[in-house]
């Protein structure tokens, strides 16, 4: 009998986000935060926002205080997208989703396309990330 298997982890993660460091689930939850100032501030956009957020943060395992706490460890938000560099590419599918999701709260072009220059960044092509909306959305990007 082979000992060394005993302890390997055998499942799959639960989530993408499974497969994320520690220091990468704080730069995403702070790139959150960054697409979220592109909203007006309006209390119905901060709570959609805030929503949005406390279900992939907890997806994450992250509080909210620890993603405040984590906000001098990036200097700007090109830190933040270094650090999300050669992540695990289902969790940046997963994350671009509540990325838009919460850019598309500020009803902001300027923020999808900072989105889509973040993606590329990340090697991700803007037909993959129309792509990722098409899945999740069901339409055509067209259609929309």
């Not at 959609?48 to 984590?70: C, D, F, L, P």
């Not at 803007?126 to 055509?140: D, H, M, N, P, R």
Request: aromatic share 10%.
């Amino acid at each position: 009998m082979d000992f060394r298997n005993l302890f390997k982890k055998t499942s799959k993660p639960s989530t993408p986000y499974d497969c994320l460091t520690w220091n990468q689930k704080l730069a995403a939850m702070n790139l959150m935060i960054v697409f979220g100032g592109s909203c007006s501030g309006l209390p119905h956009e901060l709570d959609k926002i805030n929503h949005i957020m406390s279900v992939e943060g907890r997806e994450m395992g992250v509080t909210g205080a620890q993603t405040q706490a984590a906000r001098s460890m990036f200097s700007d938000m090109n830190d933040m997208v270094n650090a999300l560099r050669g992540a695990n590419r289902q969790a940046l599918e997963k994350l671009f989703w509540a990325f838009y999701c919460i850019a598309a709260v500020g009803k902001s072009s300027n923020a999808i396309r900072v989105l889509l220059g973040v993606y590329d960044k990340l090697g991700f092509s803007e037909q993959e990330c129309a792509s990722i909306l098409e899945k999740k959305t069901g339409y055509k990007i067209n259609e929309l």
